[in-house]
């Protein structure tokens, strides 16, 4: 679940890099020059349909083992990739799924009316946010 929402909705919509030595891309004449910037579109990778199919639907049975060992290197990075990827993607991990079921387990969360369905992401913003917030009635739990 927490895998298909990172892959959904990846904390940083973009990963930016500076090309360190002159590179073509294979099969292209395109040179990458060194000194140049580039941006890895996380987002995009992670809804692009030749390794999603159904990109907007969430399915956490992408995951399966089966189904990663399909999908080819460095089509998901919610962490980023390589000796720049998040040091802290196992403790990131532990808390979100510690918090989730702490939260869960107190309150009851549902969809209510000014709830977006489906989410509209603002592609201004550096870190993936919402336009116009992330709207859901909570109540706490009696028991
Ligand atoms: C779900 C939670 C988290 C997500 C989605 C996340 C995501 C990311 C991403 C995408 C990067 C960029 C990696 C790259 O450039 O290839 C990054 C880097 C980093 N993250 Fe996280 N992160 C999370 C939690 C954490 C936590 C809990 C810590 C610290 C306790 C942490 C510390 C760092 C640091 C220090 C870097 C920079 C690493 C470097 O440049 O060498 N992150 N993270």
């Not at 941006?39 to 995009?44: K, V």
């Not at 349909?49 to 639907?57: H, I």
């Not at 993936?128 to 009635?137: A, F, V």
């Amino acid at each position: 679940m927490l895998s298909e929402t990172l892959r959904m909705y990846p904390s940083l919509p973009n990963l930016i890099r500076v090309c360190t030595k002159p590179y073509t891309i294979p099969g292209t004449n395109v040179l990458i020059e060194k000194g140049t910037p580039v941006i890895i579109p996380i987002y995009a990778i992670h809804r692009d349909q030749l390794y999603y199919s159904d990109p907007d639907r969430f399915d956490p049975e992408r995951f399966t083992e089966y189904n990663k060992e399909k999908r080819p290197a460095y089509t998901y990075l919610p962490f980023g990739e390589g000796p720049r990827i998040c040091i802290g993607l196992r403790f990131g991990l532990m808390q979100v799924k510690m918090g989730l079921a702490i939260l869960v387990s107190r309150f009851q969360f549902d969809i209510c009316e000014k709830s977006q369905v489906p989410l509209i992401m603002d592609p201004k913003k550096f870190v993936m946010n919402t336009i116009g917030g992330l709207w859901l009635k909570i109540t706490p739990r009696t028991q």
